[in-house]
């Protein structure tokens, strides 16, 4: 199976900064790679797919990037609703894989 | 408005089995490839099982693979998952997941997904 290694797995920023995630695949995946939100007793919300297609509704401070092995999640200016985890998601390779997440907090 | 309504889930005892719904409206459920995708306490998401929209291709995560089934009913807007000889590991809340996938190339992997339903496996 195709491992998704996310990094780091926590951080903790104050509002207004720039948070970036990796995840990096175990084998190259294109870009099928997509990169979702969840807040705690929900279901997880998809954010971003094919590595940097914003999907609807989700603000613009969110973005992805990458291609291959190699992908980031940036948020360009972290806002209170924000706190969450994130995960990332490999569609190229059955199984797909899910990252081990980043628990992202206010400082 | 696109809607995934999970049922089903119950304490049941290792070794049991269990069969999850899934109801979907607000869109042609017959276009779309469906997901089931699991999230024990604590952890994150786990992709278990795959089906095309018309019901001929399936696809398993290894540690489901015959003992778990994922089917269809489009003419009932249903997905299903049956899950036989339950073990304590599959303890988790149970996501369906609707997919865009035109033609098979997944655009947006779980787009939408249901509230979710507890499957609780006791020993």
């Known amino acids: 199976a195709t491992q998704m290694t996310q990094s780091p797995s926590s951080l903790s920023a104050s509002v207004g900064d720039r948070v970036t995630i990796t995840c990096r695949a175990s084998?190259?995946?294109?870009?099928?790679l997509a990169w979702f939100q969840q807040k705690p007793g929900k279901a997880p919300q998809l954010l971003i797919s094919?590595?940097?297609n914003l999907q609807g509704g989700v603000p613009s401070r969110f973005s992805g990037s990458g291609s291959g092995t190699d992908f980031t999640l940036t948020i360009s200016s972290l806002q209170p609703e924000d706190i969450a985890t994130y995960y990332c998601?490999?569609?190229?390779?059955?199984?797909?894989?899910f990252g081990q997440g980043t628990k992202v907090e206010i400082k | 408005e696109v809607r995934l309504v999970e049922s089903g889930g119950a304490l049941v005892q290792r070794g049991g089995s269990l069969r999850l719904s899934c109801a979907a409206s607000?869109?042609?459920?017959?276009?779309?490839?469906m997901s089931w995708v699991r999230q024990a306490p604590g952890k994150g998401p786990e992709w278990l099982a795959n089906?095309?929209?018309?019901?001929?291709?399936?696809y398993y995560v290894d540690s489901v693979k015959g003992r778990f089934t994922i089917s269809r009913d489009n003419a009932k807007n249903s997905l299903y998952l049956q899950m036989n000889v339950l073990r304590a590991e599959d303890t988790a809340v149970y996501y369906c997941?609707?997919?865009?996938?035109?033609?098979?190339?997944?655009?947006?992997?779980?787009?939408?997904w249901g509230q979710g339903v507890l499957v609780t496996v006791s020993s």
């Open positions: 997941a609707r997919n865009y996938c035109p033609g098979g190339i997944c655009y947006r992997p779980f787009e939408f």
């Open positions: 607000g869109f042609t459920f017959s276009d779309y490839w």
């Open positions: 089906i095309k929209p018309d019901g001929t291709e399936k």
């Open positions: 084998q190259a995946i294109r870009n099928d």
């Open positions: 094919t590595a940097s």
């Open positions: 998601l490999q569609d190229y390779y059955y199984p797909w894989t």
